[in-house]
Each structure stands twice: as C-alpha cells, then as structure tokens.
C-alpha cells in the first residue's frame, strides 16, 4: 500500500471529523466507505481487525479507529492527524455552545428548548440501548449479567469501574475454556519500541495532571483527576460512563446541576466528534461557574487533554500487536462481559434520564431514584412521545431531529395552561 501524502490525509480525515454526527455507529460507518470502499486505504479484514481491537479499549472507539487509520497509512504523524481532526471540530463546537449557554442558558426561551431537546435525549438514549443489547445479549449469561449490572449501579449505587472490572474478569475466566487457538504474534515488536512509546505518551499524559496536583488550581486538579480516571474506565463510549459521570460531577463534586448535565448531553449530540466530548462541556460550565470564562476556557482545555490523551497512549502502543490481540479467545471473553454489563448499566442512563426529563422531583433511596408523581410534568411527557414516533418513523439525520425537537418544545411552551 502507497503511503498517503499529508494533505490527502489532511482533507480526507478532515471530512470524516466535519460529517461525524450521530454517534459511533455512524461514525464508524463513515470511516468503512471512505477508508475501505471509496478509496481502499485499508482492506475490510484490517479494518474489522482494528475495530475490534478498539472496542477492547477504553475510551471512544470510533475516534481511536480513526487513530489507529491514520497511523497503519503513515505511522505516528498520521496517527495524530486523524484522530486530532476527529475530535477537534466538535471540540471548537463546543466551545461556543458552552459559552453560550452559560450566558443565556436560564432564560425561559431556551429552557423551552431544551425542554424538546431533552425530550430527545431520553429516546436517543433509548434507542442507543436497544441497539446494544441486540450485539450485546447473545444468551441467557449474558441477560443475566446486564441486569446483575443494572441492579448493582441503580439499587446498590456501586461505582461504575467496580461493575466494568468485575465483568471483565467473569468474562476472562469464563473463556479459559474457549477451544480456538490464540494466534502468535507473527511479527514481534521490539520491547523497547514498545516501552519507550508508552513511556512518552504517559508523560504527556500524567505530567500535566500531577503538575495540576501541585498546583493551587483547585479546580483543575480535580478536573484532570477525574477525567484521567474517567478516560481508564469509559468502556461501552459514552452512554455508559455517562451515570457514573453525572453521579460524580453533579453529587460528589456539585460542580453542574441535573439539569445541566441533561442539556450537555443534548448540546454534545448536535456536534460532529465522539459523544464524550460532553466531559469538555462539563469542565468549561464547572470553570465558569466557580471563575468565569478565563477559568472555563482552562478547564475544557485539561478536560480535553484528559480525556484524548490517553486515547493516542493505547493506539500508538498496541497498533502494533492488533492482528495478534484481535484472535485472543479470553481477551474476546473479556469484551463480550463488558459489553453485556455496559447494557445493563446504560438501561440505569435511560431511567435516570426519563425519570428526570418526566418529574420535577426525583428522591434517591436505598433502592434507587424514586419520583414524586405529583411533579409529573405532563409536557415534557407528551414531547417524549412526540421525538419516540419522529425517531421511529422519519428517521431524521440527529441535528436535524434535535432542532424539530427544539421547536416543538418552544411551540408546547406557548399553549397557555
């Protein structure tokens, strides 16, 4: 295969971050017709092979293909041309919409809108789960898992990365058994190569954040704290990290409101990029709330830094072992536990979600978040059903269905009562 030149890469990967709406599954899409069928750059088997490996990871597997893409066609440098293109049109997005809504969030014009987009959340959410479960839930173990998962984040409240690392090891010891051959590395790359390439992605890494630590910016230590945490723990992409995330940002840390943590995911979902581009969104809102937009600026970039980060550490560091990793029968046993509990703990996401887009009091309790029916709000019910039935049956492309949402709910707004 002819090496790419850096302005093909450059235009080609570009496309794919400025059209990468509507989650991975249609990001990854994406990539398949313009990496493998319009242009042949890679073969579906190393495709297939490379996707594969980025679900094993942490972190937002479309955006580490399109890493992993960039760095198979020309190494190091394109790997960071792609998987940088990727990710910052929907990060320059986000800026301005941050920034936005924290200046005009709270009026009652776009409280009405958000009240449609939130509607849309709830179904998108929905939806995200019912196309998991359907790749995910291949038998009987596997149901069993998902709602032992489900059980444990929503009545026992365990911490999300217990539930991941549980599953993983369950599934890692169920597949001792597995009769395919695991297939030797034909290839070895140099230990060295292989250290000395993880060594400097850790730096950039873990240097900022424990330079944070010995700062006196509170925040931002804490910012970069838990989004380095984070990035170690986000199997299943967003959806999944996103209970434990607001369980953190909004009772731990108090750092956003439900409410605001809501709006952030309607707001993420209108931009190009990976979903978990809501963590920037998280840090610029907590900044300017407890400094102003210098101090907001500062904390979506060290979200950003944290979150990306570590994304590059594992594809320049295991690129070169995918082909070997991939047919690795107790590694795919591993995945395949993940992928069921990450079911289980996006069902808990999509109650928490309804329960709060539908009641205007929700109470935590020893067996999970309870509402209070007479706060039932009747509208935010009724464009609920109106985004299930535009989602089901128009089939709009996600920007296009999020801003017919908007309307709606500032059309319901106007109705006196």
């Known amino acids: 295969m002819a090496e790419q030149s850096t302005p093909e890469l450059f235009r080609v990967f570009g496309r794919i971050g400025l059209l990468s709406f509507g989650g991975p599954a249609a990001q990854i899409a994406l990539m398949q017709r313009e990496l493998v069928e319009e242009r042949g750059w890679l073969d579906q088997a190393e495709f297939l092979r490379a996707l594969s490996f980025c679900m094993l990871l942490p972190g937002p597997e479309a955006m580490q293909l399109a890493t992993y893409a960039g760095w198979k066609l020309r190494g190091t440098a394109g790997g960071l041309i792609a998987g940088l293109l990727f990710v910052l049109p929907g990060a320059a997005v986000i800026f301005a919409l941050a920034l936005a809504y924290a200046s005009y969030g709270q009026l009652p014009l776009v409280q009405a809108l958000f009240l449609g987009i939130k509607a849309a959340v709830v179904v998108i959410v929905l939806m995200a789960l019912k196309g998991l479960a359907k790749r995910a839930l291949r038998g009987r173990g596997d149901i069993l898992l998902a709602l032992a998962a489900f059980v444990a984040i929503f009545a026992l409240q365990l911490p999300f990365p217990l539930i991941i690392a549980v599953a993983a090891l369950w599934g890692f010891w ?13 290839r070895p790359v140099p230990l060295g190569q292989t250290l000395s390439t993880a060594a400097l992605w850790l730096a950039l890494w873990l240097v900022p954040l424990g330079l944070l630590m010995l700062s006196d910016q509170r925040l931002l230590a804490e910012l970069a704290q838990f989004f380095s945490t984070l990035a170690v723990v986000t199997f299943g992409g967003a959806y999944a990290v996103l209970a434990y995330m607001t369980q953190t940002v909004v009772s731990d840390f108090g750092w956003l409101t439900t409410d605001q943590m809501i709006d952030a995911l309607g707001l993420a979902e209108t931009t190009p990029g990976p979903l978990i581009l809501v963590t920037q969104f998280v840090g610029i809102l907590a900044g300017i709330g407890q400094g102003g937009a210098g101090l907001g600026i500062a904390a979506g970039i060290v979200a950003l830094w944290m979150t990306f980060t570590p994304c590059f550490l594992w594809i320049f560091t295991g690129a070169p072992y995918i082909d070997a990793l991939a047919h690795r029968p107790r590694l ?15 069902l808990n996401l999509s109650l928490w979600f309804a329960l709060h887009v539908l009641f205007g009091r929700v109470t935590p309790t020893g067996f999970g978040p309870l509402p209070d029916w007479t706060s039932f709000h009747w ?18 492309p996600l920007p296009a269905f999020l801003a017919v949402m908007a309307v709606a709910g500032f059309a319901l707004d106007q109705i006196p009562l």
Do not use: C, F
């Not at 597949?175 to 297939?183: L, V």
């Not at 509208?379 to 709009?396: C, E, G, N, P, S």
């Open 332 to 346: 795919r046993g591993a995945l395949a536990s993940i992928t069921a509990a990450v079911v289980g703990v996006i």
């Open 174 to 186: 169920r597949s001792k058994h597995d009769s395919a051959p695991e297939q030797p590395i034909a």
């Open 379 to 396: 509208q935010a019910a009724a464009l609920t059903l109106l985004a299930a039935l535009l989602y089901l049956r128009l089939a709009l």
